[in-house]
């Protein structure tokens, strides 16, 4: 089994920054790709950034410029670093990351229970 466990969550005024990290621990064999989620309330759980194993990453438009995402893979963990934080920001910050158990094996999503990042104006 797989334990994601995310930390940094908080408040903060608009314009602030704000760093997330998540750690994954369990008995798996490698990590693919690594992201973090935003949900909103009301709204779906959306992609914020994600990055490979090779570092290659990808952002929602919204963020560009904003936030950046990092995963060191000797700690098997993954952070979001938040700056110029907005309002719409505001909501549950969930990692997700694919692991797998076998070389050549299939990958298994897994995720974490969520951090509140609150954003006030």
């Known amino acids: 089994q797989v334990r994601l466990v995310e930390s940094g969550g908080g408040l903060v005024q608009a314009g602030g920054s704000l760093r997330l990290s998540c750690a994954a621990s369990?008995?798996?064999?490698?990590?693919?790709?690594m992201g973090w989620y935003h949900q909103a309330p009301g709204n779906q759980r959306v992609l914020v950034a994600d990055?490979?194993?090779?570092?290659?990453?990808t952002y929602a438009d919204s963020v560009k410029g904003r936030f950046t995402i990092s995963r060191d893979n000797a700690k098997n963990t993954v952070s979001l670093q938040m700056n110029s934080l907005e309002p719409e920001d505001t909501g549950v910050y969930y990692c997700?990351?694919?692991?797998?158990?076998?070389?050549?094996?299939?990958?298994?999503?897994?995720w974490g229970q969520g951090t509140q990042v609150t954003v006030s104006s």
């Open positions: 369990g008995s798996f064999r490698s990590i693919g790709s």
């Open positions: 990055i490979t194993g090779g570092g290659s990453t």
């Open positions: 997700n990351g694919a692991f797998s158990y076998q070389r050549g094996g299939p990958q298994y999503s897994y």
